[in-house]
Structure formats: structure tokens, C-alpha cells
């Protein structure tokens, strides 16, 4: 049979009862600060990690509002690209057909100018050749009033010219030709005719011409 426990003994196990129920007390009180900060860093990751994706969120929302805003802002500009190419083509085509219209004017324009050069120069040549006729004419008739002038102020028979002063005045026959006085006095006392048309001729018929020049 065992023997009873003395009161020291007593105490020192309440003593170690303590000691063991304050070290539990603290391990529980040490789980319990333990469990609170997980649960705290637990919420807190949670939270933080519901920010960022609300964050994540706001940003992809902003980024689509962007994208949307460029996508609008290329297809503006999309549409107004292609109305300034149109009337861009427009423009180019207007200029086009008013270069065609122009050179065509300009040809036209040409070939007119080469055909009145062309007729001025045929006129040009139609009336020097025609200027060319009339002065050859007026040179040939000159010359045939010369030939007929130097037969009309010269003698026939000796082709010396009339002198109204001297000897060799003119004269004329009944025939109407005229010669130096001297010559046809000669010549009709060897022959009773006149020395041009041989017409009948006598020195009776010899006529003074006066106002001849001499």
C-alpha cells in the first residue's frame, strides 16, 4: 500500500500543475495570435489580391475604351482618307482631260497656224510671181517704148539723132515717116520712093516737123 503524499509534495505538483497550465495557456495563446495573423495576411492577401484584379479590371476596361476610341479614330480617319483619294482622283482626272482638252486645242491651234503660213506663203509666192510677170512686162514694154523712142528721135537711114537746129532736122514724107533732113534730101535724088513702106516720094512731099525734140 502506498504511503499518502506529504504536503510538499503536494505543493510541488500544484506548483508543476501551474507551471504547465500557464505554458498551455500560452502555446493556446500563441496558436490563437498565430491563427489571427494568417487569417489577418489571409484577408489581407485576399483584399489585396481583389484590388489588383478590381485594378486589373478598371486597366482591361480602359485598355478595350482605348482600343474602341483608335478603332473609331482609324476608321474617321479611314473615311476621310478615302474622300480626300476621291476627290483626289477626281481632281486628277478633271486635270487630265483639261491637259487633253488643251493639247488638242494647241494642235488644233498649230495645224490652223501652219495652214495660214501655208497660204500666206502660196499668196506670197502667187503675187511676187505674178509682181515678177508685171515687171517683166513693164521691162519689155520699156524697152519696146526705148526701141520705138530712138526710132522716133533718130534718123532711119543714118540712126543719128534729129537736130532742129542744123541740117538733120526731121522731116516727114506724105507717108508719114520721118527722117534727118539732110539724109532723106539724098536719098530721093537717087530714088523716088520712101525708104520705109517704098511709097512714091518726091522732095515736093518733104514736110518740116517742128516741136521735135532735139
Not at 501655208?118 to 505674178?130: G, T, V, Y
Not at 519689155?140 to 528721135?153: A, N, P, S, W
Not at 533732113?181 to 522732095?203: F, K, N, T
Request: net charge negative.
Amino acid at each position: 500500500m502506498e504511503s499518502p503524499m506529504n504536503t510538499e509534495e503536494q505543493q510541488s505538483l500544484n506548483d508543476e500543475d501551474e507551471v504547465i497550465m500557464e505554458m498551455l495557456q500560452e502555446i493556446e495563446l500563441a496558436v490563437n495570435e498565430k491563427s489571427i495573423n494568417v487569417a489577418q495576411k489571409e484577408e489581407e492577401r485576399k483584399s489585396e489580391e481583389a484590388m489588383k484584379s478590381a485594378e486589373t479590371k478598371a486597366e482591361q476596361e480602359n485598355i478595350l475604351k482605348q482600343i474602341t476610341e483608335l478603332i473609331g479614330e482609324r476608321d474617321s480617319l479611314s473615311a476621310i482618307l478615302k474622300l480626300q483619294t476621291e476627290e483626289f482622283e477626281q481632281k486628277v482626272t478633271k486635270l487630265d482631260k483639261m491637259r487633253q482638252e488643251l493639247l488638242e486645242n494647241l494642235k488644233s491651234q498649230e495645224e490652223q497656224h501652219m495652214q495660214q503660213v501655208e497660204q500666206i506663203k502660196l499668196k506670197f509666192q502667187s503675187d511676187l510671181e505674178a509682181k515678177d510677170q508685171l515687171f517683166l512686162e513693164l521691162e519689155q514694154r520699156l524697152e519696146r517704148q526705148q526701141e520705138h523712142y530712138e526710132l522716133d528721135v533718130s534718123c532711119s537711114i543714118c540712126l543719128d539723132r534729129w537736130n532742129s537746129t542744123s541740117e538733120h532736122r526731121p522731116v516727114s514724107l506724105r507717108c508719114g515717116h520721118l527722117f534727118g533732113d539732110h539724109c532723106i534730101r539724098s536719098y530721093l535724088q537717087r530714088a523716088y520712093e520712101c525708104p520705109q513702106c517704098r511709097g512714091p516720094a518726091q522732095l515736093a512731099d518733104l514736110r518740116q516737123i517742128f516741136g521735135r525734140p532735139a
